[in-house]
């Protein structure tokens, strides 16, 4: 008898620490975090905040340069926008762009011949940046088919910054001009 009351006084006991929270805790981890709440202090971050601005390199989601769409209006309305790095860009950055980006559509010297186009894999040849019509495209019109696409061809806004878009209106216009 005494031991059948110690057993029950035990399992009582151990199922209820308050009237709050069962006993039972398989997985504490989980259940009292150890991650610092967003706007808590931490003092293992910049400043002691836990809340801290996005990653350098990255680009936010909600990034819509002058909010265009896919039309032509849109295309005509980008064709005043003046270029900010007009004449200064940086060559070697624009090269990485160009090649993570456009190389497999456009190819090597942005005359269209592609990978992805000469492979036989997509039948639509891609714009040629040497025909006449690229290159009456102002720099506006430029950035507005990278960022919000032309034709065929997607989006690359949601990819990029606006700086790098710019970078690649500057080396497509060095791709145009023949490499100089």
């Not at 069962?22 to 971050?45: C, I, K, Q, R, V």
Request: charged residues 20%; proline residues 7%.
């Amino acid at each position: 008898m005494k031991y059948l009351l110690i057993a029950v006084v035990l399992l009582l006991s151990s199922c209820d620490r308050d009237r709050n929270n069962p006993g039972w805790t398989f997985f504490p981890d989980m259940e009292e975090s150890l991650a610092y709440e967003t706007w808590s202090e931490n003092p293992y971050m910049p400043e002691s905040k836990t809340m801290t601005g996005p990653v350098e390199g990255t680009v936010a989601i909600h990034e819509h340069a002058f909010r265009f769409v896919k039309t032509p209006e849109d295309e005509q309305r980008a064709a005043s926008i003046e270029n900010p790095l007009a004449g200064e860009y940086n060559e070697e950055q624009a090269i990485i762009l160009y090649n993570k980006y456009c190389i497999i559509c456009h190819g090597e010297k942005g005359d269209g011949q592609g990978h992805l186009f000469t492979s036989g894999k997509y039948p639509i040849p891609p714009a040629n940046f040497h025909a006449e019509r690229a290159m009456e495209k102002t720099d506006g019109q430029l950035f507005h088919n990278i960022r919000i696409g032309f034709g065929v061809m997607g989006p690359h806004g949601p990819m990029m910054s606006v700086e790098d878009s710019w970078q690649l209106v500057n080396y497509i216009r060095h791709l145009q001009n023949n490499g100089e």
